[in-house]
C-alpha cells in the first residue's frame, strides 16, 4: 500500500499498440494440448476433440469493481483470470485457455501494465491455462479488464445451475465471508492513509481476510477433488455475489426450494472477529458478502458417504420441494424467507 | 442523426442486473448446432466436434472507437459484432458463437441499450451466429463493448498471416478506403451541427461511404466464395487498420516483401471523388484508412485462374523475396517504401 515515489514510468505512446501487445504478451507459454495457435495471427486455434468446450466472459471496471488506491495491479491482474476461472470451475470443467483485452487511459505508464500482465501470467501458470489472445486499447478514463476464459470437460459431465432436485444436499466449499470483511478492512485502512499518508497499516491481524479479497483463487482443486471423490453435483454455482444470491439463482433455475441452516454455514474464525470488531452480524457478511469465489454445489444423498467429513466440504442445508420455499433456519430454530441482497453493479453506479 | 427530444427514459437501476440481462438477452435464438447450453449459466457449454475452433477478441471504447453523437446505438452494436466476426473469416473460418459484455455509465437509460442490443440481435440473426454468454455491468464513465467471437473451421483448413510465399498473388476483396472517408463526412457533418443544431445534413451524395463507415460487413461471404472457387488462400487477414499496416503484418509474419501497385487498388467511385471534395490523396486514405474489414490475402499463382476477373477479388500486387523490401509501385512506376501510419488505439488518447 506504500507506492514507491520514484518508480520507472514509460509512456505508452512511446511503444505504440503492436509493439506494446507483444511486450506484453511474451511472458504467455503455451501448454494446453488443445492450442493449436495462440496470440499473432486474427484469431486463435483451439482443437478439443470429443470434449466439451465450455466460455464465459467477465469485464472488471475501474470505481465500480476495483480501487486501485488499495489493490496491486499484480492482484488486479490475478483475480481478473480467476474470477473467469472459477466460472469455468462452477461449470466440472478444467480451464484452458483464456483471452485477456485492457483498456487503459494515459495516467498508466508501460511499468503499470507490466505489473497487471505479471499477475495474469501468474494466474496463468498456476492454473495451466494458455492465454491465447485479447486486445489493448486506450480508454478516456481508468483501466477495464475484460477476460474470456474457455474450459473443457467430458461430454455430458457439464454441471448446470438447474440441475438440484429435492432432498438433494447444500454443499460449500472451503469457507465464505473472508473476501467481503477484508474489503472491510481496506476501506478503513484507505480512509486512515488520506487523513495521514504516512501511516503504515498494520494488516498482520487480518492476513487471511485481506488475501481472501485481493488475491481469491479459482476451486479448480475443488473439481480434481470431486472427480477423485467420483461425486458429481446434481448443480453447481460460484459464489461470486454472495451465498444468499448463489442459493436464490440455484433454486430458480432447479425449481426447487431450499432450508439452510445457519449454524452449519463455514466461517472462518478470522471473519468471525473481524465481525465483532466491526460490529456486524457474520451470517449477514456470509450471505451477503460475495466475492469468495467458492463452489456452492447440491449433491445426491446417496453420495453422502463420499464427501462426508471431508474438511473441503460442508454440508449447509438441503433441497426442498419449490412450494415450500427459501429458507435460513436460524441458531433460535427460525424460519427467515431468503432474499437476495448481493452486490449489485448496477446500483453501484457513480 | 436527428435525436427525438422526447424518448422513452428507463433507469437501469429500476431493473437490477439480473433482469437487465434477462431483458436484453431474451431476443437472441440458438441456431448453431454446436452450442450445447447458451446465457444463463456460469459459463456456455459448446462442442465442435472434429473441426478446430477458432477465437478472437475486441473491446470497443466510446470516445476512442466510437463517437455517440453520429454512430446510433444500433449500427454500433452491429459494428462490434461486425469487427470480431470480421478476424474469424479472415482465418478462413465460420463464426459460429460470440460473447457480449457491457459497461455502462448511469448516464444511458434502458432503451438506449435495447438500441444496442437490437444491432447486435440484427447482426447474429444475420451472420447465423449464437449469442452464448457475456457480463453487463456499470462503468463510471460512458459505454465499453467487449466482443469475443469463435469460429469452426475444418482441420488444418485454418489460415494464418505467415503463410505467404515469394511470387504469391496480393489479393483484397471488394474496395478499400469508404470506412474512412465515410468518417470524414460524419465528422464534417458534427461540427455542422455544432454550430446550427437545426441544420438537417443531406447525405444522399455519401450513402455508400457512410454505410462503410457505420455498418461495416464481415466478409463471411468471401469464405464463401473461396470454398467455391477451391482457393485456400496462403495468409489473410482483415483491413482493420488499413491496407499499409496489415501488408507490413503478413510481411514480417511470412518473412517475405511486396510489391503493391497503386493503380490496382480498388477505389470506389464515392471514395475517389469525396476524396478530391475534401483535397486528400486517395491511395493515401487507401493505404492508411482503416475500418473496411475487407480481406486481404496472398493467393498461390496456380490459384491464379480460378479467381480471375471475379469482381470480389483483386490482385493488387505480388509478394517477393524478403530481402527485395516492402514497396508501393506508384503510377510513375516510382517504388516507395511500405511504411504504417495505420490508425493506432493509443496516439489516440485523450
Not at 457439464?158 to 432436485?165: P, Q, T, Y
Request: aromatic share 6%; proline share 4%.
Amino acid at each position: 500500500m506504500i507506492e514507491d515515489k520514484n518508480p520507472k514510468r514509460t509512456p505508452l505512446s512511446e511503444l505504440g499498440e503492436f509493439k506494446l501487445i507483444e511486450h506484453l504478451t511474451k511472458h504467455f507459454e503455451i501448454n494446453q494440448k488443445s492450442t493449436v495457435k495462440s496470440i499473432g495471427d486474427d484469431a486463435a486455434i483451439l482443437s478439443f476433440g470429443d470434449k466439451e468446450t465450455v466460455i464465459s466472459t467477465d469485464l472488471l471496471v475501474e470505481g465500480v469493481h476495483f480501487d486501485l488506491s488499495y489493490v496491486p495491479l499484480k492482484h488486479l491482474g490475478y483475480k481478473a483470470v480467476m474470477v473467469n476461472l472459477s466460472d469455468i470451475c462452477a461449470m466440472n470443467a478444467m480451464p484452458t485457455q483464456i483471452t485477456v483485452s485492457i483498456a487503459v487511459s494515459n495516467r498508466f505508464p508501460l511499468e503499470a501494465l507490466e505489473e497487471l500482465y505479471a499477475g495474469i501470467t501468474t494466474a496463468a501458470k498456476l492454473y495451466n491455462v494458455d492465454v491465447v489472445g485479447g486486445d489493448t486499447t486506450s480508454s478516456t478514463s481508468g483501466l477495464i479488464i475484460s477476460v474470456t476464459a474457455l474450459g473443457e470437460v467430458e461430454k455430458d459431465n457439464a454441471v448446470l445451475r438447474s440441475g438440484a432436485k429435492p432432498n438433494d444436499l447444500l454443499v460449500v466449499s472451503c469457507d465464505i465471508g473472508g473476501a467481503y470483511m477484508g474489503l472491510q478492512v481496506l476501506e478503513r485502512e484507505k480512509e486512515v492513509f488520506k487523513v495521514n499518508p504516512n501511516s503504515q497499516p498494520d494488516l498482520s491481524m487480518y492476513t487471511y481476510i485481506v488475501e481472501r479479497q485481493l488475491k481469491p483463487e479459482a476451486r479448480k482443486d475443488i473439481i480434481t477433488l470431486l472427480t477423485q471423490l467420483e461425486v458429481r453435483p446434481t448443480s453447481m454455482i460460484d459464489i461470486s455475489d454472495g451465498l444468499s444470491s448463489e442459493i436464490i439463482h440455484l433454486c430458480k433455475q432447479s425449481n426447487v426450494g431450499v432450508d439452510l441452516y445457519e449454524t452449519k454455514i463455514p466461517l472462518d474464525p478470522q471473519v468471525i472477529s473481524t465481525c465483532e470488531e466491526f460490529n456486524i452480524d457474520s451470517t449477514t457478511i456470509a450471505l451477503n458478502g460475495g466475492e469468495d469465489y467458492e463452489l456452492l454445489m447440491t449433491v445426491s444423498q446417496e453420495d453422502y458417504p463420499k464427501i462426508k467429513g471431508n474438511p473441503n466440504l460442508t454440508v449447509i442445508g438441503y433441497m426442498t420441494e419449490k412450494d415450500k420455499g427459501m429458507h435460513l433456519v436460524t441458531r433460535a430454530d427460525e424460519k427467515i424467507a431468503i432474499i437476495a441482497k448481493g452486490w449489485n453493479a448496477l446500483n453501484n453506479q457513480s
